[in-house]
């Protein structure tokens, strides 16, 4: 059974920074693509970032500049670093990990900015 985990979401006050992890059970980090996804209230989840197995990074336009997408090979884990955090930021941000047509989510890390 493959479970997935967030981990690193808090409350933050605007402006600040955040680093966001994931690592899994039941399936090899390294070997998946990963995608950082985040869902606001009321809202459909949308792509943040993404890193390919061998560390090729894509961002939509709307996440370029603020959002680092990373991967630690030993650690097996993967990041999500976040700066310059405003309100709007606010969400669960979810982990997602390919690999051939298996995809697999975990259950998401709230993250809050607010003062």
């Known amino acids: 059974q493959v479970q997935v985990a967030e981990s690193g979401g808090g409350l933050v006050q605007p402006g600040g920074s955040l680093r966001v992890s994931c690592v899994a059970s039941?399936?090899?980090?390294?070997?998946?693509?990963m995608g950082w996804y985040r869902q606001k209230p009321g809202k459909e989840r949308e792509l943040v970032a993404l890193?390919?197995?061998?560390?090729?990074?894509n961002y939509p336009s709307s996440m370029k500049g603020r959002f680092t997408i990373s991967r630690d090979n030993d650690k097996k884990t993967g990041y999500l670093q976040m700066n310059s955090l405003k309100p709007d930021d606010t969400a669960v941000y979810y982990c997602?990990?390919?690999?051939?047509?298996?995809?697999?989510w975990g259950q998401g890390t709230q993250v809050t900015v607010s003062s």
């Open positions: 997602n990990l390919t690999t051939g047509p298996w995809s697999y």
């Open positions: 890193i390919t197995s061998d560390g090729r990074t």
């Open positions: 039941g399936v090899d980090v390294n070997d998946c693509n």
